[in-house]
């Protein structure tokens, strides 16, 4: 493994009582096609997985859900045992049918297991964070988030969690979890061209309260804008790493979770991250999503 040559972009953020980097890694791109079975590549996913780690990161996020059990099953081969200074987080709440879908599971009796088999398939006593995904495919739907929340504040009392979040969730919803015990970040679809949490993102940075987008790039449609190029033209570099330059100058609190199964692309993608964006390139991007 390679020795990190420079600080990874956008510092550092305290995540719980834990210290992690804002440029962290999401996992989803480690299974096969549409997140469904082994990747094509076994040796180069554990690739990525160790690359991520000696370059720096500290941030790795995963669901059981993911292949399922995959890329889990991935990170514990790689990685196990891990690294002290290593944090990764989960996401229950939606299990994988036959046909690839994601159906909802969330009675406490399905939370209990998704939270044993992460347990099981990571090789771990206590989870380090469970994000509590709801609404569905389409994106947040309104619905108390109670029952399903507070089975997960019962498995934190019982030792199996340390810190809680929520995904895909309304501000209501963040309102409404945050009643019923703390939690340090929120885990929505946010990117320059989806800015529906703007309030919320400096709601969170206020408190303190970290804000992980996923889809940071666009999602399975990569983001396309004519903006988005001409700034990235100008900067000499790709539009996605403007896109990711963009959201760590977004607000302190935004942590970063780009996936990818290629460890140059990951390197891409740090560099990238790294942009200064200037005042004029700024403002040219913001339009984007106004």
């Not at 999401?26 to 370059?55: C, F, I, K, N, T």
């Not at 990161?57 to 002290?84: C, F, K, M, Q, V």
Request: aromatic share 6%; proline share 7%; charged share 20%.
């Amino acid at each position: 493994m390679n020795t990190p040559s420079a600080p990874l972009p956008g510092g550092a953020w305290t995540l719980g009582d834990s210290s992690v980097t804002r440029f962290g890694y999401g996992a989803m791109q480690l299974a096969g096609p549409w997140v469904m079975g082994p990747p094509a590549d076994h040796d180069g996913a554990l690739d990525v997985l160790r690359e991520a780690v000696s370059l720096g990161i500290t941030h790795i996020d995963t669901s059981d859900a993911y292949g399922p059990r995959i890329t889990n099953e991935l990170i514990r081969e790689a990685l196990h045992p891990y690294p002290e200074s290593l944090f990764i987080a989960t996401k229950v709440g939606a299990v994988r049918d036959a046909q690839g879908g994601w159906p909802t599971a969330r009675r406490p009796e399905d939370l209990r297991k998704q939270i044993h088999d992460n347990l099981q398939s990571l090789d771990v006593e206590t989870l380090d964070l469970v994000n509590m995904r709801m609404g569905d495919a389409q994106g947040p739907q309104p619905g108390s988030i109670a029952e399903a929340f507070e089975t997960l504040v019962d498995l934190r009392q019982e030792g199996l969690i340390r810190h809680l979040g929520v995904s895909n969730v309304t501000e209501e919803q963040v309102a409404e979890a945050r009643s019923i015990a703390p939690i340090v970040c929120v885990q929505n679809m946010y990117n320059l061209a989806h800015r529906h949490d703007d309030d919320l993102v400096d709601h969170l940075a206020a408190d303190g309260i970290a804000y992980v987008p996923f889809f940071p790039l666009g999602g399975f449609t990569p983001l396309q804008s004519t903006a988005l190029s001409r700034v990235a033209d100008r900067l000499g570099a790709t539009p996605m790493s403007v896109a990711l330059a963009w959201l760590l100058q977004r607000s302190p609190n935004i942590l970063l979770i780009p996936g990818t199964s290629s460890t140059a692309h990951l390197r891409e993608n740090i560099a990238g991250a790294g942009l200064s964006l200037s005042e004029e390139d700024l403002a040219e991007l913001d339009s984007i999503g106004h």
